[in-house]
């Protein structure tokens, strides 16, 4: 077979896994932009805050992408071998590790918030600043667990239902950013702090969604099969994802600190 004629038969069905998956991947960045252009109107300080918390919140984001993408790798190698019955295994485990993770990430980012003052961030903005730090930081936890159900549904070949979680997240953040931002009837006009509350919010119930679907469509029958959960396996897909981790921290740090060094000039 020729090289065209074997990228012809193999193009599509790489495209149809991959264009999910990167769009995936993609709403999972667009509740920090969403928070942005809502936020906007109010000014200078509130973006600033936004800036500076994503800068901080993309590393650990992405180190917990990588680090739970292992999953995607053994339950991919176990559905590709027709081993149904380890998925639900690893899936369980899976899940314990994104909890575990997710409440690591959270713990992390929220120590992190008495050096920002040391790296010479602006005074005013760290005012405004900390409730918004705090719930995007909580917002690691449904995050952690929702990237393992997305690296689930992507292996057993229903990469857009993973995908679909992902932006469910996003169109339940937008109107409650207008709601929580600028306060909807009895609800009281939050800003910043509003912004952080819907986010966090946006997450938990796209996580309860996917929960949900996991627990009572049929399709997933065989993956909520009741499987014990091992200790060792949790540990070694952790050491599988910890360089990938790595790898993704390397590749978003750059970043992270040229938005930081930018965050000393002021406002």
Same mark, same amino acid.
Not at 249 to 260: H, K, Q, R, S
């Given at each position: 077979m020729s090289i065209v004629a074997s990228i012809r038969r193999e193009a599509?069905?790489?495209?149809?896994?991959?264009?999910?998956?990167?769009?995936?991947?993609?709403a999972s960045t667009l509740l920090g932009v969403t928070d942005s252009v809502m936020l906007a109107p109010l000014g200078a300080l509130p973006l600033a805050a936004v800036g500076i918390t994503a800068a901080v919140a993309m590393i650990l984001y992405a180190a917990i992408w990588g680090l739970l993408s292992a999953m995607s790798v053994r339950i991919g190698a176990a559905y590709g071998a027709g081993q149904g019955r380890l998925i639900p295994s690893t899936l369980r485990n899976g899940l314990a590790l994104g909890w575990i993770v997710g409440f690591g990430g959270a713990a992390l980012m929220l120590a992190l918030w008495p050096v920002l003052p040391m790296l010479g961030q602006p005074a005013e903005v760290l005012a405004i600043m900390l409730p918004y730090w705090v719930a995007m930081s909580l917002a690691m936890i449904p995050f952690s667990v929702l990237t393992v159900f997305k690296a689930t549904f992507e292996a057993v070949d229903r990469p857009w239902l993973g995908a679909g979680f992902a932006f469910l997240a996003v169109a339940i953040n937008v109107p409650l950013n207008y709601a929580l931002i600028w306060g909807i009837g009895p609800l009281p006009r939050l800003g910043?702090?509003?912004?952080? !509350? @819907?986010?966090?919010? +946006?997450? *938990?119930? =796209?996580?309860?969604?996917?929960?949900?679907y996991w627990r009572q469509a049929p399709s997933m029958r065989r993956l909520r099969l009741r499987r014990s959960l091992n200790g060792a396996e949790i540990a070694s897909v952790a050491r599988e994802g910890a360089p990938l981790g790595l790898m993704y !921290? @390397?590749?978003?740090? +750059?970043? *992270?600190? =040229?938005?930081?060094m930018v965050g000393t000039f002021g406002i």
């Open positions: 599509p069905a790489i495209l149809a896994l991959a264009v999910p998956i990167v769009a995936g991947l993609g910043l702090t509003g912004a952080g !509350i @819907a986010s966090l919010a +946006a997450e *938990a119930l =796209a996580l309860a969604a996917a929960w949900t !921290i @390397a590749e978003t740090g +750059a970043m *992270a600190v =040229a938005t930081l």
